[in-house]
């Protein structure tokens, strides 16, 4: 084999290197379109959407009084847990739904129980 034919394939390995590159370079980018076309679909309809279900929820009364009696009644609770600042709703229900390993909705209910009390 001569070196001229050496250098030709080569070129033509080289070639089909830089042709598999690119061609998983562009299917890497349409996974990651793809995924924020599901990302913004999701957002779109409501299921990622966490400051709507804020808005459904809010602290009615005295705060200190009901989460002294929510301490009392689930003792694993922390006034960490229990830390409310207006607006921030949502953090609250998060908190103490990981800490009493509850949903969402069973955190309101409970402080909804609260509140008429």
């Known amino acids: 084999m001569s070196t001229k034919e050496n250098r030709s394939d080569d070129a033509s390995k080289q070639d089909k290197s830089n042709d598999a590159f690119k061609q998983d370079r562009n299917n890497n980018a349409f996974k990651q379109e793809k995924s924020n076309d599901a990302s913004k679909q999701e957002k779109s309809n409501g299921t990622f959407n ?62 909804k129980k609260g509140q008429t009390a």
């Open 50 to 111: 966490q400051d709507k279900s804020n808005d459904a929820f809010k602290i009615n009364g005295n705060w200190s009084d009901q989460s002294n009696q929510l301490k009392k009644k689930f003792s694993q609770l922390t006034d960490t847990d229990l830390k409310f600042e207006p607006g921030k709703e949502n953090e609250l229900l998060t908190r103490m739904g990981n800490r009493l390993s509850k949903k969402r909705e069973e955190v309101i209910d409970i402080i």
